[in-house]
């Protein structure tokens, strides 16, 4: 079970008005290697691998839902007080048709969410090389999401989620290492 | 250390249709290097550390866009 505390795990400010950014933030939102699929993929995945990984996977998917709050956030704030033709100028005309300013599970080209974006193989090292993967195309996506704000406070929110990309990457390439050790071998005395 | 972002030039055509950007870059951030987290590393303070996003500053690899100032041709 969770416990679930009413604030975010980083502060969320948007200072302009580019209700064009929320239609690529969303992209790590609902899109292949957002915040959803990894959620996903890494608490589906610690069923079937070794005791020692699973705890870190249990932290690290409770932590991207946190950070699917965050973007959540960012494109609610920026779309909320656009008007039906700003949301047209905007290029989210046909986001709008369909969904007004809900937010909707889908990339920033508008393809639904779907379970094949993630994976669960059964086989640990499969599985964590999959997570690291993962882990460094988020990492990729945020680059290209700052490199196409000009909003100090967004750019400022997306530079710390980029930067846990970097710390759950090195947590899951451990995790390999932790696997790899000749711990597990019987011992024959 | 290692730096976190690599540079290298492109082979350019003498036909090509826009301006060309000589110097390209890709990162390189230190998860690549660091390999098991070696004990007693330095520390962030923790509010420093929450803001940032990691503890660690050998984890710490701020990002700026490398389009800007758009990369200069020598
Ligand atoms: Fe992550």
């Given amino acids: 079970m969770w416990i679930y505390e009413k604030k ?15 239609k690529f933030l969303i992209e790590q939102y609902g899109g292949a290697d957002g915040e959803l699929a990894a959620a996903l993929r890494y608490l589906n995945q610690r069923y079937t691998i070794p005791d020692k990984i699973i705890g870190l996977l249990t932290d690290i998917g409770t932590e991207e839902f946190a950070h699917l709050e965050m973007i959540a956030t960012m494109v609610y704030k920026l779309t ?3 008007t039906a033709e700003e949301m047209k100028e905007a290029g989210l005309g046909a986001h709008y048709a369909d969904h007004d300013k809900a937010l909707f599970y889908h990339n920033a080209a508008g393809a639904p969410f779907t379970a094949t974006y993630i994976q669960a193989k059964g086989d640990p090292i499969t599985d964590l090389y999959e997570d690291i993967a993962a882990e460094e195309k988020a990492r990729a996506t945020y680059q290209w999401l700052i490199n196409m704000s000009d909003d100090p406070d967004i750019i400022d929110s997306l530079s710390f989620l980029r930067e846990r990309e ?3 990457s090195q947590r899951f390439r451990e995790a390999v290492e932790i696997l790899k050790e000749d711990q597990g071998r019987k011992k024959v005395f | 250390m290692p730096t976190n972002r690599k540079y290298y030039r492109p082979y350019i055509g003498p036909c090509d249709p826009c301006p060309p950007i000589r110097v390209k870059s890709y990162e390189t951030p230190p998860q690549l290097y660091l390999g098991f987290q070696p004990y007693g590393l330095k520390q962030f303070d923790p509010s420093t550390a929450l803001r940032k996003g990691t503890l660690w500053p050998a984890l710490y690899a701020p990002y700026t866009n490398p389009y800007e100032p758009r990369e200069e041709e020598e």
Avoid: E, F, G, T
């Avoid at chain 1, 975010?8 to 929320?22: G, R």
């Fill in chain 1, 8 to 22: 975010l795990q980083y502060p969320v400010k948007v200072s302009k008005c580019d209700p064009m950014m929320a």
């Fill in chain 1, 166 to 168: 970097i710390v759950h």
């Fill in chain 1, 80 to 82: 909320k007080d656009a």
